[in-house]
């Protein structure tokens, strides 16, 4: 059915390890074969074989106008002309740190970098260098990109230290980084009693889209703030995924909790390589070349990636942008769960402006382990009878999904009606 597409997998197998140049687009979560995607446009892909499919994936999460948007496209056509990078700063660099520190106000300074991980690892160095302790704490099924010392599980039993998920992580180092089940506010009071004075900071994803959709619990996220300011540890916001996606004031504007630091990444660029960290001002005037925590980027905050993340952000902070595109992705949610229900399949959703998960399970999950109870071959086979229909979910049972201003109500009437055969399909297919 997808020929060219098996055609190049197969090539690009010889030459880029696995075939793909990030591993959950491999597919080995789903079986099967990736996709390869020649154009999008709006809510739609279309692949190398010419099927179309209505897109819930968005690049991972950065395209909240949809494909190629018109405006997007003519920033970055118009930047690109009058050069890719300087290496120097340029006005548009103040005019997104204007924009971020505006809309978001526990950013009183930020910094550019060119990706999340880049602005994680950035984030956590700084709080290390700010509070001069070496521990950091994070949560079971959060991920926060792929440096060393966040490439960790728990060990076993609560609150040991953590253990490298990644061959190539030293042990000692993956050691420095404590695990505790999200939404467990008694263990972040024990790991401070634990700890007293050696924790830098704890990073969470404020809405967890890393392994589905997980909501945090207000008491969970009050007890943070309180036993960071507490000890003197920082709290750090991972708001890669739901920064500018779950609302203008992302989840710390949504929550009323302020965060110490905060990063971004993916809608800030809009579809280009653009990450940024940022918080309290006396903790930015750590960093280089104020203050002694070296942090470095050649092409941070280079001209036509920070295009692209202006006029994203421009649409995306227009009023009313959220309410209108909270109100769709929460009608995609309830028809899809409707179609489950009738076919009498267990089955949960939730969002949050245009992010939402989709759940194997009759309630939504709370926590790491609730997640891993979902069924995932229900998912697998779901999955495949989606993209088969022309619909593209994210090829893991453990990824949040995305909606678009481009969607339309002809495209969620598509995906119901893929999906209420899908829900039909018989087990064996
Ligand atoms: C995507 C993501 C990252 C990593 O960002 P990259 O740009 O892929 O390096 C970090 N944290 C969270 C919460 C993310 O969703």
Redesign the pocket.
């Known amino acids: 059915m997808r020929e060219r597409s098996r055609d190049l997998f197969e090539r690009s197998l010889a030459l880029i390890p696995g075939g793909v140049n990030s591993p959950v687009r491999a597919f080995a979560s789903v079986g099967g074969t990736p996709v390869f995607f020649r154009e999008g446009r709006g809510a739609r892909l279309t692949d190398v074989d010419g099927h179309e499919y209505i897109d819930y994936v968005g690049s991972?999460g950065p395209l909240i106008l949809g494909h190629a948007h018109p405006e997007v496209v003519a920033a970055v056509t118009a930047a690109a002309q009058k050069g890719l990078s300087f290496g120097a700063p340029t006005e548009l660099e103040l005019e997104m740190a204007e924009l971020l520190t505006r809309a978001l106000p526990s950013l009183e300074q930020v910094r550019l970098v060119s990706?999340?991980?880049e602005a994680?690892m950035s984030a956590l160095r700084l709080a290390r260098g700010f509070t001069g302790r070496s521990l950091l704490v994070k949560f079971e099924g959060c991920?926060?990109?792929h440096s060393d010392f966040l490439l960790v599980k728990a060990g076993s039993g609560a609150l040991t230290f953590g253990h490298p998920t990644s061959a190539g992580v030293p042990p000692e180092l993956a050691a420095q980084t404590l695990v505790l089940p999200y939404n467990d506010p008694a263990a972040v009071v024990e790991v401070f009693a634990r700890h007293p004075d050696q924790i830098a900071g704890i990073v969470l994803?404020p809405i967890a889209?890393?392994m589905n959709f997980v909501r945090p619990s207000m008491e969970f996220l009050r007890t943070l703030r309180e036993q960071c300011t507490k000890h003197g540890a920082l709290l750090v916001f991972?708001e890669?995924?739901t920064g500018f996606r779950v609302g203008a004031g992302s989840a710390q504007g949504l929550f009323g909790i302020t965060p110490d630091l905060t990063t971004l990444?993916?809608v800030i660029g809009g579809g280009m390589p653009v990450?940024a960290f940022g918080g309290r001002r006396d903790v930015m005037a750590k960093l280089a070349p104020l203050g002694p925590v070296y942090q470095a980027g050649t092409l941070s905050g280079n001209p036509v990636a920070v295009s692209a993340g202006l006029a994203t952000l421009k649409r995306v902070l227009e009023p009313g942008f959220f309410d209108k595109l909270g109100r769709a992705t929460k009608s995609l949610v309830e028809g899809l769960v409707r179609e489950a229900k009738a076919a009498g399949i267990p089955f949960s959703g939730d969002s949050e402006g245009a992010m939402f998960g989709l759940f194997f399970r009759a309630s939504p999950p709370a926590s790491f382990a609730e997640v891993m109870q979902s069924d995932r071959e229900a998912f697998n086979r779901f999955f495949h009878a989606m993209l088969d229909r022309g619909v593209y979910l994210a090829p893991s049972a453990y990824e949040a999904g995305f909606v678009s201003s481009a969607h339309g109500p002809a495209d969620f009437e598509a995906t119901f009606a893929a999906a209420r055969q899908a829900f039909a399909a018989p087990r064996s297919s």
Do not use: A, I, L, Q
């Open positions: 991972w990706s999340g991980t994680v991920y926060h990109g994803e889209g890393n991972d890669v995924m990444g993916k990450g």
